[in-house]
């Protein structure tokens, strides 16, 4: 089966603008989660998504956000780009069919996103 | 909200040595995992761990739900492990998503 892939992988941005990154978790799997990574603030979780419904949500703002669609794809989106908002995104998918919490996370490569 | 604390921060060790890195948090969670990441970004997930013992090759992943503590150990290291490893839990219940250590930078030479 084909990993986690992720787009774009690379991504230049401005102060300002938005940006949307996008997540195909692997074939079958239905929960995808995404992940911010920062030298100075670690990785820190961002949404968790199960059947296009959010499940849960991290301590970011409203300019953050996410959806997942029918096929499980799923895309967050960053509005007003902040210079903080540089960082590694990070999805992750995993079956969705064991216990809430207790499944194993099959990460993609990431997107790093620069904002100038 | 849960707090993961991981020790030690930096390890470097010869080939062959025996690598334990630990893993506390505060709360009671539902699962905890160790990830592996290496330069470049890619994380690999390790082990998922809710209760007892896992080994992986020359892996092992240990829990002890009551004093809220995981070890990791890396056995016959080599330099290939060199990485950061990093602890993540998961609240009680699914509740909240993965709440990470700082990771553990660990250089195993030759």
């Known amino acids: 089966k084909a990993g986690v892939t992720q787009t774009p992988r690379y991504l230049i941005k401005t102060r300002g603008q938005q940006v949307t990154l996008s997540c195909s978790p692997i074939?079958?799997?239905?929960?995808v989660s995404w992940y911010q990574q920062t030298p100075g603030q670690g990785l820190q979780f961002l949404f968790e998504?199960?059947?296009?419904?959010?499940?849960n949500k991290g301590n970011f703002p409203g300019r953050f956000s996410g959806r997942q669609f029918s096929n499980s794809r799923s895309e967050m989106n960053v509005s007003t780009l902040e210079l903080g908002d540089s960082a590694l995104y990070l999805c992750a998918s995993s079956p969705g069919t064991g216990f809430w919490g207790q499944e194993t996370q099959y990460f993609g490569p990431g997107t790093r996103l620069l904002v100038l | 909200k849960n707090e993961v604390e991981q020790s030690p921060q930096n390890l470097t060790a010869q080939e062959g040595e025996f690598i334990t890195i630990n893993c506390s948090y505060s709360?009671?969670?539902?699962?905890l995992h160790w990830l592996q990441q290496h330069p470049g970004g890619g994380i690999v997930s390790l082990f998922m761990?809710?209760?007892g013992k896992k080994k992986h090759g020359r892996l092992i992943a240990t829990i002890n739900i009551q004093e809220k503590h995981s070890s990791l150990h890396i056995t016959a290291s080599h330099p290939r492990d060199s990485a950061v490893y990093i602890c993540?839990?998961?609240?009680?219940?699914?509740?909240?998503?993965?709440?990470f250590g700082k990771g553990t930078h660990l250089i195993i030479q030759p």
């Open positions: 993540a839990v998961r609240g009680g219940g699914g509740a909240d998503g993965l709440t």
């Open positions: 998504y199960f059947s296009e419904t959010q499940r």
């Open positions: 761990l809710s209760s």
């Open positions: 709360v009671g969670i539902s699962a």
């Open positions: 074939s079958g799997h239905r929960s």
